[in-house]
């Protein structure tokens, strides 16, 4: 009797794992590219401090931008920079992003991102309304002075 119990476990094992390629790609979204351009001007505030009695320095500034593209909408980007050695031949600095962005993706979808972004790369790390479930990654660089050129691709997830 228990060598049947064993039979039909191993046969329901089996189906499931023939099966889990199959759900996987009813349910999957493909990937799209996406390419958008982010423009803002000044900073609408600068913030510097030094970090305890360190020689390491965090200076931080927010920006407005319009979001042209795949993207289009507000955002809203805060700048995070952290020096160490700050003021010595050593110094480094480490360099973060997050931007808030509310509006349209692919003239369709309507909702809130927070993109997260670093050293020449970014990701959608979150969503609401119709963009809850959308995420996506790239490359990111400076093209101008305030404006950034944003490539990647993107998905919904299931």
Do not use: C
Request: hydrophobic share 45%; aromatic share 14%.
């Amino acid at each position: 009797m228990s060598r049947k119990i064993l039979v039909m476990v191993l046969a329901m094992v089996a189906s499931a794992l023939l099966a889990t390629p199959f759900i996987g790609s009813v349910f999957a979204t493909e990937f799209i590219p996406v390419n958008f351009t982010s423009v803002g001007g000044d900073p609408v505030s600068v913030f510097r401090r030094q970090a305890g009695e360190s020689d390491n320095w965090i200076s931080t500034a927010v920006y407005n931008l319009l979001w042209e593209g795949d993207f289009v909408g507000a955002a809203v980007m805060e700048v995070r920079l952290v020096f160490h050695n700050f003021g010595t031949p050593d110094m480094t600095y480490e360099y973060y992003q997050t931007v808030t962005f509310t509006g349209t993706f692919l003239q369709e979808y309507a909702g809130t991102l927070t993109i997260v972004a670093g050293q020449g790369n970014w990701r959608i790390a979150g969503g609401t309304d119709e963009l809850y479930n959308l995420r996506g990654q790239g490359k990111m660089q400076m093209i101008g002075p305030g404006t950034w050129s944003f490539t990647g691709q993107a998905h919904f997830e299931p």
